[in-house]
């Protein structure tokens, strides 16, 4: 018995090993109330319509996170900018909640002309990440809700020959600000060896321009043998090149996840068709280390930024309206800590005075 | 721009020259490749038929003017064999002579597979992917047009087939008026055709390099059109005939497929957009319901690739996957086929016509009341004429 289980028995015995404290008992706690607590992530996708993000998104998670969707025609699509639309979504596993925001990006790409159609999403992480610091730096820091963006999932396309300017645009625009992991979409329209040139296309234009994508942290040393086989090989799939969908199909007698063709049934489960499972292993086992770099590396990026912009009057009108806000509440903040200590200060003239009366 | 018009042969080593025939040529230049009377291929096998089962045949009526009282003489009533029927087999040889030429536009994103499809439908390396040395897959900045000729010939009848492909088109972030490119060709081709007729001594068989047929690409997303799709169509759908095709069919299942195609009828008809066959060219109710059923199934579904592959001890044009091979002329597959036969087997003529009869003739009316010129002021005005022989033109720096 572990001695998890016996301090949980109310068994206060003497531990074996002498000079064992007892703090290697930490994690499960913090395991224990992070179960209760939940978990929070945010996911973005960006692609050109018709790319299988809704369908890969609701293939991953096995909800339907898109009931009442109506495709728009071309006529309205031209008239459009790109929206951004965030739905929220609990998934409980075994317990453990999940509380997962999907920010879809519908009208990246359509129009004829792209030019500014990743200045909205631009906006909306860095009002994320502002919301953020504005919480952090308020006065009830208790109930912070999380809507950073922790990854985002950019999907390429299949048909090209590897990176088109729009894709490499748009990631050069956010790789400091999100998680970039690239993504093949619709991999069933290529054979093995498409799929590997591809791949290393796109990997090549990746390093050509600059671009820095997600890179999952290597296995320690520690780990185990077969974890370690798994980073490298999740390492090595880099772009995942994926099929996406919730339809059930009876192939060979079993009833599987794919896409009937008269020619054949591609299983989205099945990792020599597609990977699939090596982009959901990814998320979930990296689900941790994806938020953590959102805070380590971006948001704090983000808010030397910031603060540095937030010191001297800012040179864009719309970040002054902030500066500006941000200044007031710092004010606030001060004149309410001032009365603070003046109160605090009367009480104990008061108490002075008064002897051992009522203290407050 | 780019111009490279590599002049290949197929399989005969020779080039067709010009007047080569000798024969006689009608003075509005319908030469004899564009007969009406050989459109459809129900019509071209029952006269295969009917010519060799002699004294049998029907004479065809001329539509002729509606005062003039034609009286119709069935061969029964002839008393001998008089022999008109003949004059198809002269058509024939002649037409064999002279060769056909035709000129194909393909235009699409980078990547969807334009230049494998033209080299499948032709069976041959047509495109200029074959042709160019070391040809490398970068998305060029601007829209570049690029012509490659070739001579190809099938039981002695050779065909002058010039693919015209437009690499950049649609592959910019801003990808405003990048039809510009392609319209202005379109019009210079119309353009140099005018001008060789307008000439006081013009040429025998005057060069065609205008557009028969231009296949539009588009992406297998399963939504709808998108926003260029349609501008393109729209503004191309008046001087050329297009025929829109989806590319990479099989990332689509049969549903998807079925559904994606409804959506794209439903956005043409929406947007007023006529592809080719447009509902106004069909001449009779034969031709109709022909094209009905070919406006029914547009745009086709297809897959193209140059590997073949063994299925059933056959060895078949095919993708293959690990989970089942694709089989590009499999009707149950892919609309391969239906698009073959339709370019090449049934309409192809007919493309022609309906390039020359009604692209061709709009163009030129605009031209020539744009102008506001007869014929001689512009045959003068533009040529400088030393001796009354036609100067050549000199307006091939376009490509």
């Known amino acids: 018995m572990s001695q998890a289980d016996k301090m949980k028995q109310g068994q206060f015995t003497n531990p074996e090993t002498p000079g064992y404290v007892g703090f290697a008992n930490l994690p499960n706690q913090v395991h224990r109330k992070s179960v209760k607590k939940g978990f929070e992530f945010t996911l973005m996708v960006v692609g050109e319509s018709g790319l299988g993000k809704s369908t890969l998104i609701n293939s991953l998670f096995l909800t339907d996170l898109y009931p009442e969707r109506v495709i728009p025609g071309a006529a309205e699509k031209i008239e459009r900018t790109v929206q951004i639309e965030a739905s929220t979504v609990e998934i409980e596993e075994r317990g453990v909640k999940l509380r997962l925001t999907v920010v879809d990006t519908p009208g990246y790409g359509d129009a004829i002309n792209s030019q500014d159609c990743f200045s909205t999403i631009i906006s909306y992480i860095d009002d994320q990440f502002e919301r953020y610091l504005h919480d952090e730096s308020g006065l009830n820091r208790r109930h912070i809700v999380d809507n950073r963006v922790h990854c985002c999932f950019y999907f390429i ?3 090209g020959h590897g990176l088109k300017p729009l894709d490499v645009q748009f990631m050069k625009a956010i790789h400091n600000k999100v998680n970039v992991v690239p993504v093949i979409a619709k991999a069933d329209t290529l054979t093995l060896r498409e799929r590997e040139r591809l791949k290393r296309r796109i990997l090549d234009e ?20 077969d974890f ?10 880099i772009p995942f090149a994926v099929v996406g969908s919730n339809q059930q199909i009876e192939a060979k007698g079993k009833k599987v996840r794919g896409r009937l063709y008269p020619w054949g049934v591609v299983e989205v489960e099945n990792p020599e068709h597609n990977d699939f499972l090596k982009l959901r292993t990814m998320l979930i086992t990296h689900m941790q280390d994806l938020q953590e770099v959102t805070q380590d590396l971006h948001y704090e990026n983000f808010r030397s930024e910031r603060l540095k912009r937030g010191g001297r009057k800012g040179p864009e009108p719309e970040e002054m309206d902030k500066d500006m806000i941000l200044q007031e509440k710092e004010a ?29 | ?41 129900s019509e071209k096998e029952t006269r295969r038929e009917q010519e060799t089962e002699e004294g049998q045949t029907q004479v065809e009526v001329c539509r002729s003017v509606p005062d003039l009282q034609l009286s119709i003489i069935r061969d029964s009533d002839l008393f001998g064999y008089v022999g008109i029927e003949a004059v198809l087999e002269q058509m024939k040889l002649k037409t064999i002579k002279a060769g056909f030429e035709f000129n194909i536009m393909v235009v699409g994103q980078s990547g969807l597979g334009k230049s494998t499809l033209v080299n499948t439908l032709f069976k041959s390396k047509v495109s200029r992917k074959s042709c160019t040395a070391n040809y490398e897959e970068k998305i060029s900045k601007t829209v570049k047009l690029h012509s490659v000729t070739h001579l190809i010939e099938e039981k002695g009848v050779k065909m ?43 040429k025998k068989r005057i060069p065609d390099t205008r557009v028969h047929c231009c296949i539009y690409f588009l992406p297998p997303t399963g939504h709808r059109l998108r926003p260029i799709d349609v501008e393109f169509m729209r503004r191309l759908g008046t001087i050329v005939s297009i025929v829109p095709v989806i590319a990479k069919a099989d990332t689509l299942t049969i549903e998807e497929r079925l559904e994606f195609k409804e959506r794209i009828r439903q956005d ?24 009905e059923r070919i406006r029914g199934n547009i745009p086709f579904a297809v897959v193209g690739t140059d590997k073949e592959h063994n299925v059933n001890g056959n060895n078949v044009l095919g993708r293959k996957t690990k989970w089942g091979i694709v089989e590009v002329e499999n009707v149950a597959h892919c609309e391969f086929v239906n698009l073959r036969d ?21 163009y030129r009316v605009q031209r020539l009341n744009e102008s506001n010129m007869t014929f001689s002021e512009l045959g003068f005005s533009t040529w400088p004429l030393e001796n009354g022989t036609g100067a050549r033109c000199d307006s091939d720096s376009h490509l």
């Open chain 1, 228 to 237: 370690k086989e798994q980073t490298r090989i999740l390492k090595a799939s």
């Open chain 1, 157 to 159: 396309s299949p048909l």
């Open chain 2, 342 to 362: 339709l370019l090449i087997r049934s309409h192809l003529q007919d493309l022609k016509d309906v390039t020359n009869n009604v692209h061709y003739e709009t």
């Open chain 1, 332 to 360: 606030e903040l001060r004149r309410m800590q001032e009365m603070i200590a003046k109160m605090q200060a009367q009480m104990q003239k008061q108490g002075d005075g008064e002897g051992d009366g009522p203290h407050v």
């Open chain 2, 160 to 202: 002058k087939l010039t693919v015209i492909d437009t690499p950049g088109f649609g592959d910019q972030i801003n990808n405003k008026n990048c039809w510009e490119p392609i319209t202005t060709y379109i019009n210079e081709q119309y353009e140099k055709y005018l001008r060789e007729e307008l000439h006081v001594n013009r």
């Open chain 2, 268 to 291: 043409l008809a929406s947007n007023g957009i006529h592809v080719y066959p447009q509902k106004e060219y069909d001449e009779d109710p034969e031709e109709f319901i022909l094209n």
């Open chain 1, 206 to 225: 990746i390093d050509e321009h600059g671009i820095k994508i997600y890179h999952l942290p290597d296995a320690e040393s520690d780990e185990d043998e």
């Open chain 2, 1 to 41: 721009m780019e111009e490279s018009d590599t002049n290949k042969t197929g399989v005969v080593g020779t080039e067709r020259e010009d007047g080569g025939t000798g024969g006689e040529q009608t003075a509005n230049m319908n030469t004899a490749n564009s007969l009406k009377e050989d459109k459809t291929p």
